[in-house]
């Protein structure tokens, strides 16, 4: 499958998991990764939790970007209380810049998300 992000001027070339990509593909992509990603999930939004938690997916994240007072979801509230899943935030910046949140940063130091 290749992902055209238009915005960006990226193409992702994305290929099943335990399978070799295409040769034929070969250096045409930004980026070329397995899916379903093996590493665990970043998430940016609360609404994001409760579906992924009736999928039996909830362990599967590992980040959550963005302040946890807001997130009303007990068990993953306890992930992140015993830093099973972090917690990307600073409180004393705002969200929206590079410095409140350390996304960057975060994805860097965790490849595989």
Known sequence: KILTNKAAGESYLMYQCGTTPPTSEEGKHDLTF???????????????ITHLEQLGLRRQIKGYIGNTDYVSSPCFKT????????????PTTSYYTPAGSNVTEYLEE???L
């Open 110 to 112: 965790n490849p595989d």
């Open 79 to 90: 992930l992140t209380d015993q830093n099973i899943t972090d917690q990307i935030f600073d």
């Open 34 to 48: 397995a899916v379903p990603l093996q590493g665990g999930l970043a998430i940016t939004s609360t609404t994001q």
